[in-house]
């Protein structure tokens, strides 16, 4: 159940000529914390690469303003580029978790440089074939796991890339830092595809058993090694 971004950066597979000449292509944006980088529906069609900090990729599920968290995407990755390939609307909302940095490149330029650089055409490609089998193992994932297995492996995953929490490495000779997941919990229910008060009930069950230690938006993780058995295997 991949959450996490693809499994090389887009900018971190490329050769260092490929990254000199994309990063001339555009320029630099900043967003503040909760920024729209972009807007599912919208008509653009620019491309980005993340340069630093992360982002959530939500899609809304209902009128009622229900969201689906689809991904985290941070540093090297490539935002935008299914707009910019096929011109549809953008399929989903990009929104800054912390501040961010980007290059942002227009679709005509980013095409442009596609045609001119096959290999780099070829990492896109792998790129959204890639995000295609994590969508088809997670759509089997979801009709067969409880909210529990889901809760637990999301955490899993979460907790071993730790993409929003300071989880400083442990020095030589101290104690290792566990490791800390720093969501509300009605963004942890985004992410697994439930309501907010089945995470709630399936965050207590895991309290019980000492598994984890929640606070507010943040879940600590005090027994990995359980927390991958309830996670049943069902990790990436
Ligand atoms: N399932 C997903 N996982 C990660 N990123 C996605 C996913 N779906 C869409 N995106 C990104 O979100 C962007 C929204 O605008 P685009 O449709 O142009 O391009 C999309 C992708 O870059």
Redesign the pocket.
Known sequence: MGLLGDEVGFARALTAQEHESVMALGGHRTYAADAHL?TEGDRTSHVMIVLRGWVT?SVSTDRGGTRLI??L?GPGE???????LDSHP???T?RALGPVEVQVISGDAFRRFLALHPRVSGLVIRQLTF?LRS?DQERSALASLTVLQRLAARLNELSRANPTGPYAPALPGTRPTRAVVRLAQDELAATVGATREAVAKALRLLRDQEVVRTGNRMVEILDPALLALLADGHQE
């Open positions: 972009l990729v689809l991904g995407r490539l935002l935008g580029e299914m707009a910019a953008r399929s989903a990009v995000r969508s």
